[in-house]
């Protein structure tokens, strides 16, 4: 009889045993194991230590899982280890398969107050943060978790912060760079994320303190400036953004940009001795000229380039009101004869001023010219003057002989077949005749009056001549008896 009453005892121990051991795993499991999605909202949110029940009621933002949506368990989980029962597992509301469940405490006679779950002295709760677990099924590994914190006598549930969204701005002016003085440029703030709603705040001068504060459409604004400069200068501009609801975007600050205010670019040439070189003229390898350039920041640098050459050409560096001043330069020996371009262009801003020119002799063009007009001039000249002289003398001298060969001619034929006496006088017509063409070929040109006068000389010797002979004819007719008779003479 002993032994059985012994064994019995000794069954009972082990099953006690066993049931301490799985209380003890089921506690320590709830701890290990991660809550469910979702947040619980408790009815009050705040009261005392001591009350009970602890609250009224629970919503839940999410369905308990399916398989254990029979019945809901509250506990505290105990600093020291292990958890104390706040309100016991019942269905009543239940099941608890819908979102936004509510679940309703049973009542005081079942529920612990917050200090009697913590199994404190004295319901003195140590200040600190404690969690409260909401168990369905119940079961310790599917649950919803909610942090409280206790002051005093007094728990809340733990106001949990949360950091708003971080924004970023990023600046930008166009045109880029710079701009003409006098002009307008607009300011380009864009803020990130788009959702973010709020102003952009400009700053830096010229801006008018009523246009500083621009409101983000789709996570822009922008802002359109009228410049007032009237010299070549730097503007440092910035932007920041300024949330309406600082708990949900953060404030950002864009980086600060420039803006060049520069002028209409333009260049000037000289040579050595301070004549002004025009663009496209004609310049000699070797020779030397000084530019002055505008259109370039204050104190950019400037780099300098020939079109078709490979010659390195040292860099320039604009003057505090952007121009380049007495820039020497000087064409390449090795530099190919015809159009080249000198380029100049800020390493900054990136304005390009071009002076144009042509590689060759400075005198090939006026000595081509000279020898050309001179050429022409002689030629033409040469040629009017021997064709003109040709054609006077040729015409003057057959005019004139024709007309005094013709006019004698005739003169002196006619008055032939008269007496003597006539011959004689148109001997001296034929000299008149002679001189008529002398005169004609005179009068068209003066080069044949020495062949119509040879010719005058010669019929006058020959007039003389015939007079001679007619005399001598006279005389011995005379002599002999023959000048009025006819017939044998006495002599005969």
């Given at each position: 009889m ?10 009972v ?56 949506q ?8 105990r ?16 099941p ?31 200040a ?38 971080d ?23 864009t ?12 700053t ?72 002004t070189?025009a ?15 505008k ?9 300098v ?45 990136g304005?390009?001023v ?40 040729t015409?003057g001298?057959?005019e ?52 119509t ?40």
């Amino acid at each position: 009889m002993k032994r059985r009453l012994h064994l019995i005892i000794m069954a009972v121990m082990a099953l006690l045993l066993a049931s301490g051991v799985l209380v003890v795993s089921s506690a320590n499991d709830a701890v290990a194991a991660d809550p469910l999605p979702g947040t619980v909202t408790l009815t009050p949110s705040s009261g005392s230590v001591t009350a009970n029940p602890m609250f009224d009621s629970a919503t839940f933002s999410a369905a308990c899982p399916a398989g254990f949506q029979a019945k809901l368990q509250v506990i505290v989980m105990r600093p020291t280890g292990g958890f104390g029962s706040i309100m016991p597992a019942h269905g009543q509301g239940g099941p608890f398969d819908d979102p936004g469940f509510t679940y309703q405490n049973p009542g005081s006679s079942v529920t612990s107050s917050l200090a009697k779950g913590l199994n404190v002295t004295d319901n003195v709760v140590p200040a600190g943060a404690y969690e409260l677990r909401f168990l369905c099924g119940p079961n310790p590994n599917q649950f919803f978790s909610l942090i409280i914190e206790v002051s005093g006598n007094t728990w809340q549930v733990k106001q949990e912060v949360v950091d708003p969204t971080d924004t970023s701005t990023v600046l930008s002016v166009s045109p880029a760079k710079q701009t003409l003085i006098g002009s307008t440029y607009t300011l380009t703030a864009t803020v990130t994320p788009s959702e973010a709603v709020g102003a952009v705040r400009f700053t830096g001068p010229p801006l008018s303190p009523t246009a500083l504060s621009v409101p983000v459409k789709d996570g822009v604004a922008t802002l359109e400036v009228a410049e007032t400069a009237t010299s070549p200068l730097i503007r440092t501009l910035a932007a920041s953004f300024n949330p309406a609801d600082p708990t949900k975007f953060a404030a950002s600050d864009a980086t600060a940009i420039t803006v060049a205010l520069v002028e209409p670019k333009s260049v000037r040439a000289r040579d050595e001795n301070g004549d002004t070189v025009a663009q496209n003229s004609v310049l000699e390898p070797g020779q030397k000229i000084k530019l002055v350039v505008k259109g370039y920041q204050p104190n950019e640098a400037v780099d300098v380039a020939l079109s078709g050459s490979q010659t390195q050409f040292p860099d320039g560096t604009a003057d505090a009101a952007g121009a380049l001043n007495d820039y020497e330069f000087t064409v390449p020996d090795d530099a190919a004869d015809g159009p080249a371009t000198l380029s100049l262009t800020g390493a900054t801003g990136g304005t390009k001023v071009d002076f144009a020119f042509t590689v060759g002799e400075a005198g090939g063009e006026t000595e081509g010219a000279t020898e050309g007009s001179t050429e022409g001039s002689t030629e033409g000249s040469t040629e009017g003057e021997t064709e003109g002289a040709t054609e006077g003398s040729t015409e003057g001298t057959t005019e004139g002989e024709t007309e005094g060969a013709t006019e004698g001619t005739d003169a002196g034929g006619t008055d032939a077949g008269g007496t003597d006496t006539g011959g004689t006088d148109i001997g001296g017509t034929d000299t008149g005749g002679a001189a008529d063409g002398g005169t004609g070929g005179e009068e068209e040109n003066p080069g044949p009056l020495a062949s119509t006068g040879s010719l005058g000389l010669s019929l006058g010797i020959l007039a003389a001549l015939l007079l001679a002979v007619g005399g001598f004819v006279v005389y011995h007719a005379h002599r002999s008896g023959r000048l009025l008779s006819f017939g044998p003479t006495p002599r005969d």
